[in-house]
């Protein structure tokens, strides 16, 4: 069954602190991306790739790294987390014309 | 870069009757495609339904139809006889291509609330 699988599913962190967050595909799609959700602004896009060992700047990179170690993991990385990144991530991917299958979303929370 | 809009914050229907969310986007590219998506209260995003640019059908699937008028750029969803279940969130999405590789556009969504 297709699946895109996301973890932590919620997680508290303090300024400054480190974060990643992670995300597994099963679905042997090229494309994965990471998106956050913040009221107002709907899905905006961070990072993507489109295999192992690429990546792709979105919208809103700024404060972001990522990393495509598989076809199938996908990690988001916060060295220097801000409140200002406090949000809702999603993972998805992707395939072709396809539209994205996505996770169930990891809550982050910078105090 | 292209562009996805909804106007629509929330909307508030009785059940069973009809509701259009509205979507309008910007692109140069010649052939494009346009998705919907719900989300649900748990979070939950999921996909409904697509249409492709070179389409001159609307695409419908169930009760989830789109109203697609090309030379507007806008792509509405339309769902009948809608259920307390509709209620959600609905984004419209844009398959957009960057510099290298394609992703997803979004709108900022329209809150549907379906009442008894």
């Known amino acids: 069954e297709a699946a895109v699988t996301q973890s932590p599913r919620n997680k508290v962190t303090v300024t400054g602190g480190n974060v990643t967050l992670s995300c597994r595909q099963t679905n042997s799609h090229n494309y994965m991306y990471w998106y956050r959700q913040d009221t107002g602004h709907g899905l905006r896009l961070i990072h993507y790739?489109?295999?192992?060992?690429?990546?792709q700047i979105g919208d809103v990179p700024d404060g972001y790294k990522a990393t495509r170690t598989t076809q199938e993991d996908f990690f988001l990385l916060l060295e220097l987390a801000s409140p200002s990144q406090t949000s809702l991530y999603f993972c998805?991917?992707?395939?072709?014309?396809?539209?994205?299958?996505f996770g169930e979303g990891t809550r982050l929370s910078v105090l | 870069a292209q562009k996805v809009t909804q106007t629509q914050t929330s909307i508030s229907v009785m059940e069973k009757t009809t509701v259009t969310m509205d979507c309008v986007y910007e692109t140069q590219d010649s052939s494009y495609f346009l998705f919907w998506y719900k989300q649900t209260a748990s979070g939950e995003i999921v996909f409904l339904i697509r249409q492709d640019s070179y389409k001159k059908e609307n695409a419908t699937v169930g009760h989830y139809s789109l109203n697609f008028q090309k030379p507007k750029s806008s792509i509405g969803l339309i769902i009948t006889a809608t259920q307390i279940e509709d209620s959600a969130v609905y984004f419209c999405a844009m398959r957009e291509r960057g510099n290298s590789g394609t992703y997803q556009r979004f709108g900022t969504g329209t809150k549907l609330q379906v009442v008894p």
């Open positions: 998805a991917s992707s395939e072709g014309v396809q539209a994205p299958l």
């Open positions: 790739s489109y295999g192992a060992g690429n990546l």
